[in-house]
């Protein structure tokens, strides 16, 4: 028997009680966020997916009434069939997993547009492991498994070859709750937030497509080669959050929506080539690092339909948080630039939904771009001096503010030398160009300067004042008398800076035409 607890430990203990509920439920929004995207991408993927299995069916419709390939195709075409109304089944069940758990979370709709209470963790809870029916979540799993095992039964060459490979996981995921080792249903829905749940089960739909579609893929291969053409294709990137911890792990999920082998996707993750999976997907683990802003560059490339080679490139971004204090970060350097939307990432033991950021001198303005993200502008060179608060702790942060370097003025390519005559004749002015800088898309517009012809075709110097960029009027009638043996000077350069204002370059651009 207990020994009776004083009243005051009674209160403590029911205070911590209430501490832990607060603490569970507060769900940063980056994370809401990153699931929001992850389910987009996923719904996306499974629209593309859909549409390419519905095209294997009219393709062996086709077979079917080919007398050439007829005999095979009644035998595998009712499977392939089978295969889709097994999959539409489940797929229609798991959605209406989705819209009863929506409506647990108070759904409304309002302009055609979805509204819930995407963070509010008890409501998962009820809905899969308590309420009216307590076994939503064992009962999901014991639909999934007899899918796998219906279609297996379908042919044996399936159960050998296709059941092995197929993406629709049913193994319990890792948890470090004792209750969800051994519960599926629990592991994957106890405390979970509304938004997470949906993504999880589009998951297990996208699953479902990519299942279906393997399926279908064999019995075509079992008829014949199949031809098909896929007018649509998606090649996509996302990470399992875009706020982490330090030591948490980053999960990236990156692949081709309408997958076929034919084209023969490669994916990689800052350069390093990753295999991909049965389904077309690639995945890339690593544990969060350093604090601040992070991102992993992704490459994709995959042939289209009409045999062209297709590369997309994206930047996963994600911020590592802190336990305590505040991170701020000017993510590619140490100082701001005068007239730019300078970066800045700041992040924080309260979360980057707290962080707020403002000025305390200099001339600058600040505005917020995303969680976590603001874009500093400034307008006077010297420092600036930012005040940053993320309801835990307050930080001030002095940085310089510095001017962009000048640009090269260069025609042709050349900023001054030897260049053939006939060339320099075809050039249509004088470009600014800024090189080796750590923003890029960072553009200088020339606005004037002089251009001087001597030498061959000139008995005495001659030059010509161009307002603009290009050579036009009087400059346009000097360039046609160049000829080898001319040397042409172009000075006196004046180019506009980003943000407004004007510059004169210390640069003299000298060609001696051949």
Request: charged share 20%; with cysteine; aromatic share 8%.
């Amino acid at each position: 028997m207990s020994l009776p607890k004083e009243p005051r430990q009674k209160m403590i203990n029911i205070m911590y009680l209430v501490l832990t509920a607060l603490l569970a439920l507060n769900v940063s929004s980056e994370i809401l966020n990153a699931f929001k995207t992850i389910e987009e991408s996923l719904t996306n993927a499974n629209v593309i997916i859909q549409k390419k299995n519905t095209d294997i069916i009219k393709s062996l419709q086709n077979k079917l009434e080919d007398p050439k390939t007829a005999e095979k195709a009644a035998i595998w075409s009712p499977k392939a069939a089978e295969a889709q109304k097994l999959s539409d089944e489940i797929y229609a069940y798991v959605e209406s997993l989705k819209v009863g758990l929506k409506k647990e979370a108070g759904l409304t709709i309002k302009d055609g547009v979805e509204h819930y209470n995407d963070h509010d963790l008890s409501s998962t809870t009820r809905y899969f492991l308590k309420g009216a029916n307590p076994n939503r979540g064992a009962e999901l799993l014991t639909r999934l498994s007899e899918y796998k095992n219906k279609l297996a039964a379908l042919d044996p060459g399936i159960a050998k070859e296709i059941i092995p490979t197929l993406p629709l996981d049913l193994t319990i995921p890792k948890t470090s709750s004792i209750a969800g080792k051994n519960d599926w249903g629990y592991a994957y829905f106890n405390m979970t937030p509304p938004i997470a749940a949906v993504t999880i089960l589009t998951k297990f739909q996208n699953d479902i497509r990519n299942s279906e579609s393997q399926v279908m893929e064999y019995c075509h291969k079992e008829i014949g080669e199949v031809e098909l053409v896929y007018d649509q294709f998606n090649a996509f990137a996302s990470s399992n959050s875009q706020y982490l911890m330090s030591g948490e792990e980053l999960v990236i999920t990156a692949g081709v929506g309408a997958f076929s082998s034919a084209a023969k996707p490669t994916i990689s993750i800052d350069g390093a080539v990753l295999p991909i999976g049965p389904d077309g997907t690639a995945s890339f683990k690593s544990v969060a690092g350093s604090p601040g802003l992070n991102s992993k560059r992704v490459r994709i490339s995959f042939l289209k339909p009409n045999g062209e080679t297709a590369v997309v490139e994206k930047d996963v971004k994600y911020t590592v948080g802190t336990p305590t204090g505040l991170v701020v970060s000017t993510d590619k350097t140490r100082v701001f630039y005068k007239g730019l939307e300078n970066p800045l990432s700041v992040t924080g033991g309260g979360g980057a939904e707290k962080v707020n950021v403002s000025v305390e001198s200099g001339a600058a303005t600040v505005r917020k771009v995303g969680p976590g993200q603001y874009a500093v502008n400034c307008t006077q060179l010297g420092s600036v001096i930012l005040n940053v608060n993320d309801g835990k702790s307050t930080s001030k942060v002095t940085i310089p503010v510095k001017r962009i370097p000048d640009p090269i003025a260069i025609v042709g390519g050349s900023a001054g030398g030897n260049m053939s005559a006939s060339v320099f004749r075809a050039q249509q002015g004088v470009i600014a160009d800024l090189r080796d800088f750590v923003y890029d898309g960072i553009k200088f517009n020339v606005v004037s300067f002089y251009v001087i012809c001597t030498g061959k075709g000139f008995d005495e110097p001659d030059f010509e004042e161009v307002n603009g960029a290009k050579f036009s009027g009087g400059a346009s009638a000097l360039i046609k008398r160049c000829q080898p043996g001319t040397t042409v000077t172009i000075g006196e350069i004046k180019v506009s800076e980003p943000g407004g204002g004007t510059r004169k370059l210390d640069q003299t651009i000298t060609f001696i035409l051949q």
